[in-house]
């Protein structure tokens, strides 16, 4: 156990070292010399506005995991221009809480990893209440070893979200 989180694999777990440092590193999906940015093309997805869009993965263990991608191809918060870099935390809170109304939620994770795509976006991962194994950094670990979450649950619950960030919008504007 790792500061009260335990990970998906029998114990005890053997540290390996780390393989040898490439560089320069080979380009991301979206920088010259690599292939084309997936993300410039996207649709829609579940919600969007003017400047992000979110996603339902193609595949999740954890109905609720959801991806927000900025409609501007930059790379990193350090390239987003400072009003949407200020606009971020609006509408990550919105999806937080959107995520958390599903319920059965104890907390939503956030991540930013940045090495599979040159095209900024951050995934939302719940927690699921009581599952304190999965606290902190072990999150993702698990959501990659349960079981996948067919398809239909997937699409229910980002619509569930999409819904709950529609309703939203929709009381902030008669309430403003």
């Known amino acids: 156990m790792l500061h009260g989180m335990k990970l998906p694999f029998a114990e ?3 540290v390996i070292p780390p393989g040898p440092r490439v ?3 080979p380009p991301r999906r979206g920088e010259p010399g690599g292939e084309p940015c997936g993300i410039c093309d996207q649709d829609e997805g579940i919600w969007a506005d003017a400047n ?5 993965p193609v ?3 954890l109905p609720g995991t959801l991806w927000l991608a900025s409609r501007l191809h930059v790379d990193s918060f350090k390239d987003l221009p400072a009003e949407l870099v200020a606009d971020f935390g609006r509408v990550a809170a919105l999806v937080e809480g959107a995520i958390l109304s ?3 939620i104890a907390r939503v ?4 990893w940045g090495d599979g795509a040159a095209h900024f976006h951050v995934w939302f991962m719940p927690r699921p209440l009581g599952m304190l194994d999965a606290t902190r950094f072990a999150l993702p670990v698990w959501e990659d070893n349960l079981p ?3 398809a239909s649950d997937i699409e229910q619950t980002g619509n569930a979200v999409a819904a709950a960030l529609v309703a939203k919008a929709a009381s902030t504007a008669s309430a403003g």
Do not use: C, I
């Not at 992000?52 to 339902?56: D, P, R, S």
């Open 12 to 14: 005890p777990l053997t």
């Open 23 to 25: 560089v320069p590193e």
């Open 52 to 56: 992000w869009v979110l996603h339902n």
């Open 59 to 61: 595949g999740a263990s």
């Open 102 to 104: 599903l319920g059965d």
């Open 109 to 112: 994770h956030m991540y930013r």
């Open 148 to 150: 996948q979450a067919s």
